[in-house]
């Protein structure tokens, strides 16, 4: 009776626990509008929100900050989205509004988003938060790329490539006075600045009728030029990790002449303490001679997530985030780019920024990058490929080749069924190949050093258990947190082990480990090397202290030294133990991701990505996740079947007899 | 002679061990203008919790820290509880059954979370669970249960079943001999798993990324990851560390404590295995 | 085959709290059986594995034949070991297991086979070569131990309690096989055991120890019939010798209690233990000394009896035939020759000889 009676109010509590967990609100919810977007720098934001809370006092609305990086944020939106807990004002870039709008996350806003309305805002703009002849999008902020440079040094700025070229020549000397600084991280950054060569030079990357034109003549001239920049020194090296706040911060010490970036830069330059204050023109970007000069259209704007239970308040907002007061507020504020047309000829605005009469000019010129819902795997690949030209990873034509390959691969592979798709998909074989030299490599070298250290620590020596637990820490230290302190030891010039090496004398100059493909890669072994040692010293260890301390004794009368002892009978034996490291191990290894995702997050130029971020990024990137649990389960299969070899092949003939 | 020379290659090795960590909590302690001054400092000029307190006040850091432990200690307890349950109903299973079980709970345990993600989160989302601390705690008993019925099986199977009988003839019905007898004389067994569970769920990355979008629910490690440019021109490194080493030194306290048991459960399933 | 000499040896342990050997001197003649006896923690293993080269000793000199090896490393000591639980390779099937000291050596692949089939034969195992240690039942295992250290044809065999591990029927069995074994091969053998029936049955020469001390050295005869030592004289004989602690006094031993009193020629004073063999007390009067005892105890031995008597405080063992009545409480006359009187001098243990 008893036993009943407390089965049955164990049950009660569990059920009422999950129940309040499952039915009570979360916390932030209710009538709160969030958005996401970067540091509030300035405090415009802030200012905007409380001035539209002060005429809505009925209506909350909070700002959260997020990452720098435009794909983290819009990463965070997805998996609100797919969470179910959308975050209800959509703050996005121009290119989130095909794959938003595709993926029914977004509310129409046709209905309160009047075609009038539109007039006053720059089409361009406008253009881009259209989808399949909805609206999903009001642009908050224009913006356009161009370039920008140092009037004090280049009395009349450069058009073509080739007046920028012969600049360069006459005037840079690295490294103290770089040519050009510009943003060349693998992320959505490079891919604005590649269109601006590219379409400055004619080219495209998938046409009117939606084919795939970018292996072109026009194409491989842009792609060479960027390269040359680098080549020949007129951009540093370094720029392979800039995104616009580190190529800004190097502009601004004087350190290159010209800089390629977004109207942010000219308020931020003119401030009161900047030492280049006044030295700073702006042009539109330059083009190759006989093509037009042309800026990829950026900006953002704020759409409405579906769902949201209130849309007319959310609507109230993105009106007054909208409005000619809010604009000049960000602007004055935060030097962002009206998205209304009138703002370019209004007075208080042309007092602060003269500029803006030009900018006028460029701004209506500025062109959108591809709308297409699956606009972020083809912008991934050009990414990519982009930044492993710049590099020097790859050559601009295989680039080219392998872009227009993979964008084909995915539009295409898109409409096959899966097994097909396997063919077709371009960059699972160059995952398999990172993740094939990354296993490869990490897991001999561990059994090595672990081996090693096994048998050090299977004698006695004084302080034997501090080396023990020594042994154990990196192990247990969580893995996603000491990438942030490998990223920091491997950085430049901060980090420590450049300087170590340095001061060894085994390195000459200081590495950027993290920008160059086989330096990534290396840090990504080393980290993991540091991390899984332990676990294989402690399995051998156990494994070494099951040898008989007589097998050992007698080997040795029988006349083996210390070295053929360890051939004939310490490693044999110790084959057991070796198996199921190695399978640990081996599996650990292939399906690394957290190590990677935040040490180099699969890059540079990719050459670090790993299958299991492949499958993550397939599944919560592009959204597809039946594709991610097909390569799931096929990986699986893999592993499975590795894992017999493996127990195959280190299975002596004396533990299968019986 | 040969005495000194391992002691040698014992210190070579504690700090390729430990160097990583050490640096982190020196940089951590340095002052902020110390953490970017060249050429790099071992020895802080003097040491500074400026970088601490920032990481507290500029972002929800305590939050992480709660959530965190939210789901370490649910992750634990959950775990433990279902898995001794399981471990002692095999207790009563002829020996052969018991060990091939084992041995696929031996594959559960292997399969990394990589693998696992998708499906936990399409099952995670089904039951409506995103973003809220019970989704991530179910995650993580899943996970780590093949483990905990591994080691809790390993030691029960070493309890004389006389013992039960003997409860059994003293009036304990089945609950009674699992609290009163079986789960206090493990209690060794307990203290590691435990240790090892909740390590584990304090460390986990990937599913705690998937499953709790929201920036307020973040656990410590993505907390951590997402600490980006506060300003337009640097990454907060002096916070960085410190936020580091504030989420690693719990673990290395623990294992330094339980260091022994923590081996000797390893390599009694290496054996095993 | 060699001889091997111990000269002076000493081994400490744990940085000289523990000592295994104490200066020990000894000579083991070549091609004899020597087997060293004693309980367990005094020293013989200990010694078996100074000789072997698994220890190296605190002081003193070890020498195999003519070549002093204090600073030889066992593999090249030219001596084959056999183990309590035999070390055998696990992963080597049987005759890998046999033949791998001569494989580490460089012996050709055909000198090997045959060798080793050689070898084989000789124990009976040649069947056994395709198999793995652990399809092999104990007996089994041991002759696979044994052929390993034959096959090496070395100077000197060192055998460490390889009966122990055996069932009583077996054990017996093998010793005189092993006996015979050695006998045939002229071998110099170094045989540790803490079963003094092993001792005597199977050795040319004995070797007993105690608390890393050599106590004697001789034939299992002399060992018998005349011991050096009072640990020698309890630690050999079917039964456990009788032992009398009292003090000569004017030529007389006077049992602590005074209960027995017997004349002895000896000038020789202090406090003594007199020993005397369960087999040497007889029933009945006239043999030397006559004493009178009171049954305590009786133990049926198959074809013996042993009765417990009590003379005072002092209790002793008498071996006699099974027929023979006695009760517990009965009074009987016990005798036995002052020959067989082993007296030792009570602190050191030493023998102190009579006339």
Request: net charge positive.
């Amino acid at each position: 009776m008893r036993k009943v009676l407390v089965n049955v109010s164990l049950a009660l509590l569990l059920l009422s626990i999950t129940s309040s967990i499952l039915l009570s609100p979360s916390p932030i919810k209710a009538e709160v509008l969030r958005m996401i977007g970067p540091e509030d720098v300035g405090g415009a934001w802030a200012e905007v929100i409380k001035r539209f809370h002060e005429r809505h006092p009925d209506i909350q609305v909070k700002y959260i900050s997020g990452p720098w990086s435009t794909d983290e944020r819009q990463n965070m939106y997805i998996r609100s989205f797919l969470s179910g807990d959308p975050i209800e004002l959509v703050y996005m870039d121009v290119t989130w509004t095909a794959k938003f709008a595709d993926a029914g996350w977004l509310l129409p806003l046709d209905r309160w988003f009047t075609p009038e309305m539109q007039e006053e805002f720059l089409p361009g703009a406008v253009e881009a938060g259209r989808y399949k002849g909805h609206i999903y999008r009001v642009p908050v902020r224009g913006d356009v790329g161009m370039l920008y440079y140092r009037k004090d040094l280049v009395p009349s700025p450069p058009r073509t490539w080739r007046e920028f070229e012969e600049i360069c020549e006459r005037s840079s000397h690295p490294p103290d006075l770089y040519c050009i600084v510009f943003q060349g991280m693998q992320y959505e950054g490079l891919v604005c600045d590649f269109l601006e060569y590219l379409w400055g030079a004619g080219g495209e990357v998938i046409d009117t009728e939606g084919k795939v034109v970018l292996d072109s003549p026009q194409g491989l001239e842009a792609l060479k030029f960027m390269r040359k920049l680098i080549e020949r020194g007129w951009a540093p090296k370094a720029v392979l990790s800039f995104q616009e706040q580190h190529s800004l911060s190097a502009f601004s010490q004087g350190k290159a002449i010209f800089m390629r970036n977004w109207p942010y830069a000219w308020t931020i330059l003119n401030r009161e303490d900047s030492p280049l204050r006044g030295k700073v023109g702006i042009v539109p970007f330059i083009h190759k001679e006989g093509y037009e000069s042309v800026g990829t259209l950026g900006g953002w704007g704020l759409g409405i997530a579906r769902g949201v239970k209130d849309p007319e308040k959310a609507w109230r907002f993105i009106e007054f985030a909208t409005s000619v007061e809010a604009q000049k507020i960000l602007h004055f504020r935060r030097g962002a780019v009206p998205s209304r047309k009138a703002l370019f000829l209004d007075p208080e605005i042309l007092e602060v920024s003269p500029h803006y009469k030009d900018l006028y000019d460029i701004v209506m010129r500025a062109r959108a990058r591809p709308p297409h819902p699956d606009y972020p795997r083809i912008s991934d690949t050009l990414q990519k490929h982009v930044s492993a030209v710049l590099a020097g990873v790859e050559s601009p034509q295989q680039a080219l080749k392998v872009m227009a390959r993979s964008i084909e691969g995915t539009l295409k592979g898109k409409k096959k069924n899966y097994l097909k798709r396997l063919s077709l998909d371009y960059d699972l074989k160059r995952t398999l190949k990172n993740t094939l030299v990354f296993t490869s490599i990490s897991v001999p070298l561990e059994f090595l050093l672990g081996l090693l250290i096994a048998l050090l620590l299977n004698a006695q020596f004084r302080g034997r258990w501090f080396v023990r637990l020594s042994v154990l820490i990196p192990w247990a230290l969580p893995t996603a947190v000491m990438a942030m302190s490998w990223q920091w030891m491997f950085n430049n010039p901060f980090g420590v082990i450049n300087d170590l090496l340095l001061r060894i004398g085994l390195l000459e100059r200081p590495l950027d480990w993290l920008s160059s493909p086989s330096g990534a890669m290396f840090a990504a072994v080393f980290a993991d090397l540091w991390k899984t040692t332990p676990f294989v010293v402690i399995i051998l260890l156990a494994g070494l202290q099951t040898i008989p301390q007589e097998l050992k004794e007698s080997i040795s009368i029988d006349g083996a030294g210390p070295l053929r002892r360890f051939f004939h009978l310490t490693f044999p034996l110790l084959l057991p133990f070796v198996r199921v490291a190695l399978i640990f191990r081996v599996i650990h290894a292939a399906g690394i991701f957290d190590l990677i995702w935040v040490l180099t997050k699969g890059g540079p130029a990719d050459s670090t990505r790993t299958l299991c971020i492949y499958i993550y990024e397939v599944a919560f990137r592009y959204d597809e996740l039946g594709y991610a649990i097909f390569l799931t389960v096929l990986f699986l299969f893999a592993l499975i079947g590795v894992s017999f070899l493996i127990m195959r092949l280190t299975t002596l003939g004396y533990e299968r007899a019986r | 002679m040969r005495k000194a020379a391992f002691f040698f290659l014992g210190i070579l090795i504690v700090l390729y061990c430990l160097f990583p960590f050490l640096w982190t909590v020196i940089t951590a302690i340095k002052p902020p203008e110390e953490v970017f001054s060249l050429p790099i400092r071992y020895l802080p000029k003097r040491l500074s919790v400026e970088n601490f307190v920032e990481v507290f006040y500029k972002r929800p850091f305590s939050r992480y820290v709660i959530n965190s432990l939210v789901v370490a200690t649910g992750g634990t307890i959950l775990t433990l509880a279902l898995a001794s349950l399981v471990a002692f109903k095999l207790r009563y299973m002829p020996v052969q059954r018991a060990l091939m079980l084992q041995r696929w709970l031996l594959v559960g345990a292997i399969v990394p979370p990589t693998l696992l993600v998708i499906p936990v989160f399409v099952a995670i989302k089904a039951l409506g669970l995103i973003n809220n601390p019970l989704g991530l705690i179910l995650s993580y008993c899943f996970l780590n249960l093949p483990f905990g019925i591994w080691m809790l099986y390993a030691a029960f199977s070493r309890i004389p079943k006389e013992l039960d009988e003997a409860a059994m003839i003293d009036g304990l019905w089945w609950g009674g001999i699992l609290l009163r007898v079986i789960l206090p004389l493990a209690r060794a067994a307990l203290a590691v798993s435990a240790a090892l569970i909740f390590i584990f769920c304090w460390n986990e990355f990937l599913i705690a990324l998937t499953l709790m979008p929201d920036q307020l629910r973040y656990t410590v490690p993505v907390g951590i990851s997402m600490l980006s440019g506060a300003s337009i021109y640097e990454i907060p490194w002096g916070q960085i560390n410190a936020a580091v080493t504030i989420t690693t030194v719990p673990v290395i306290l623990i294992v330094a404590l339980l260091q022994r048991w923590i081996v000797e459960g390893l390599t009694a399933g290496a054996v095993k295995g | 085959m060699a001889k091997v000499v111990l000269n002076r040896v000493n081994k400490t342990f744990m940085g000289g709290r523990v000592i295994a050997l104490k200066d020990v001197t000894l000579e083991i003649p070549h091609g004899r059986f020597v087997t060293v006896l004693g309980p367990s923690g005094c020293g013989k293993s200990t010694l078996l594995r100074v000789v072997a080269g698994l220890e190296r000793p605190s002081s003193g000199q070890i020498y195999i034949g003519d070549r002093m090896v204090n600073e030889v490393p066992p593999g090249k000591r030219n001596v084959a070991m056999v183990f309590q639980n035999y070390a055998l390779y696990p992963h080597m099937k049987v005759f890998e297991n046999i033949a791998i000291s001569l494989r580490l050596r460089g012996f050709l692949a055909s000198e090997i086979r045959g060798k080793v089939s050689e070898v084989a034969e000789m124990l009976g195992i040649e069947g056994l070569l395709d198999r793995y240690p652990r399809q092999l039942s104990g007996g089994q295992q041991q002759r696979v131990a044994l052929a390993r250290a034959l096959v090496r044809e070395p100077e000197v065999f060192l055998l460490d309690e390889p009966l122990s591990n055996l069932d009583a029927q077996i054990r017996e069995q093998t010793r005189s096989e092993l006996k015979r074994l050695f006998k045939d091969l002229g071998a110099t053998v170094i045989y540790v055991t803490h079963d003094q029936a092993e001792a005597m049955s199977m050795s040319d020469i004995v070797v007993v120890m105690e608390a890393g001390e050599v106590r004697q050295v001789g034939e299992p005869d002399t060992i018998y019939r005349d011991p050096r030592h009072r640990f020698v004289a309890e630690f050999v004989g079917m039964q456990r010798i009788n032992i009398l602690e009292g003090d000569l006094k004017n030529g007389n031993f006077v049992s602590i209690d005074e209960s027995v009193l017997i004349p002895l020629p000896t000038s020789h004073e202090g406090r003594v233990s007199l020993g005397i063999r369960p087999e040497a007390i007889h029933i009945g009067k006239g043999m030397g000394v006559d004493l009178i005892a009171e049954v305590t105890h009786i133990e049926p031995l198959g074809p013996n009896k042993t009765i417990f008597v009590k003379i005072g405080a002092n209790e002793l063992k008498v071996l006699v035939r099974a027929d023979f009545e006695a009760q517990i409480g009965d009074t009987l006359n016990v005798t036995f020759s002052p020959e067989d009187i082993y007296l030792f001098d009570a602190k050191s243990g030493k023998r102190i000889y009579v006339k």
